[in-house]
């Protein structure tokens, strides 16, 4: 299982990101998949997830309205648009999958939000 997370960068506040996260070396199209991230002194928390055919997800309260969680099966992608991005949205952001039990994360991408 190889997840490779993509997009993140420096952003002023109010601005926008899309994160791109790559999956490989499983069958993408039959696992739910999730952003989580990890903000400096923090514990991970998640972001959001989606179901393997991309009809239900869900949200943490503080991204709801603001970030949107989308799968592309056909490219073995999972994005992560975020909008009205804020300081508090600085962290790491990280891709994640569980197969039999497992959990397996990508390296992350940072998102710095600061004006």
């Known amino acids: 299982v190889q997840l490779v997370e993509s997009g993140g960068g420096l952003v002023h506040p109010g601005g926008s990101l899309r994160l791109s996260c790559a999956a490989s070396?499983?069958?993408?199209?039959?696992?739910?998949m999730s952003w989580h991230r990890q903000a400096p002194g923090k514990e991970r928390e998640l972001v959001a997830g989606i179901s393997s055919a991309g009809d239900s997800t869900n949200y943490a309260d503080s991204m709801k309205g603001r970030f949107t969680i989308s799968r592309d099966n056909a490219k073995n992608t999972v994005y992560l648009q975020m909008n009205s991005l804020k300081p508090d949205d600085t962290a790491v952001y990280y891709c994640?999958?569980?197969?039999?039990?497992?959990?397996?994360w990508g390296k992350g991408t940072l998102v710095t939000v600061s004006s």
């Open positions: 070396g499983f069958t993408f199209s039959i696992y739910p």
């Open positions: 994640s999958t569980r197969r039999y039990g497992m959990a397996y």
